[in-house]
């Protein structure tokens, strides 16, 4: 996984449980080429609680689930545009007609909306039209 993160396993668990370190927030900022408010609107987080959690040094462990998510589908997204960066950025920041005009980044609200860009990504790789 991209950032360093481990793919799956304990150690990923137990990283998210703890809360992922605030600092991830900058690389991730840098990967998707984003402003950190896009980052903190798509999972969820007003910027008070963005605040809060810089002063602490840690996202909690919803955010830091959603944070996991991003990443996991932005690495989608560069698979299915063959690593490149900017297409998968486009992709992720524009209305996208398969999950009914909606961002693929703003869909980390709940795990069926995440599934289903996840979903999406499956069938535009294996050619399907949707």
Request: proline fraction near 5%; glycine fraction near 8%; charge should be neutral.
């Given at each position: 996984m991209?950032?360093?993160?481990?793919?799956r396993?304990?150690?990923l668990?137990?990283l998210?449980r703890?809360?992922?370190?605030?600092e991830y927030?900058a690389r991730?900022?840098?990967?998707?080429q984003?402003p950190?408010?896009?980052?903190?609107k798509?999972i969820?987080?007003?910027p008070t609680t963005?605040a809060?959690r810089?002063?602490?040094?840690?996202?909690?462990t919803?955010e830091s689930?959603r944070?996991?998510a991003?990443?996991t589908?932005?690495?989608?997204a560069?698979?299915?545009?063959?690593?490149?960066t900017?297409?998968?950025t486009?992709w992720?920041?524009?209305?996208?007609?398969?999950?009914?005009?909606?961002?693929?980044v703003?869909m980390l609200?709940?795990r069926?909306?995440?599934k289903?860009v996840?979903d999406l990504?499956?069938?535009?790789?294996k050619?399907?039209?949707?």
């Amino acid at each position: 996984m991209t950032l360093g993160l481990p793919s799956r396993g304990t150690m990923l668990h137990d990283l998210v449980r703890e809360g992922l370190p605030f600092e991830y927030l900058a690389r991730i900022t840098c990967l998707l080429q984003v402003p950190r408010g896009i980052i903190s609107k798509s999972i969820y987080m007003s910027p008070t609680t963005l605040a809060r959690r810089a002063k602490a040094g840690r996202f909690d462990t919803v955010e830091s689930d959603r944070l996991v998510a991003l990443v996991t589908l932005f690495d989608e997204a560069l698979s299915l545009f063959e690593n490149d960066t900017t297409a998968a950025t486009e992709w992720m920041s524009s209305p996208v007609r398969g999950l009914g005009s909606k961002r693929p980044v703003d869909m980390l609200g709940t795990r069926v909306e995440t599934k289903a860009v996840f979903d999406l990504i499956g069938q535009l790789e294996k050619g399907v039209l949707v």
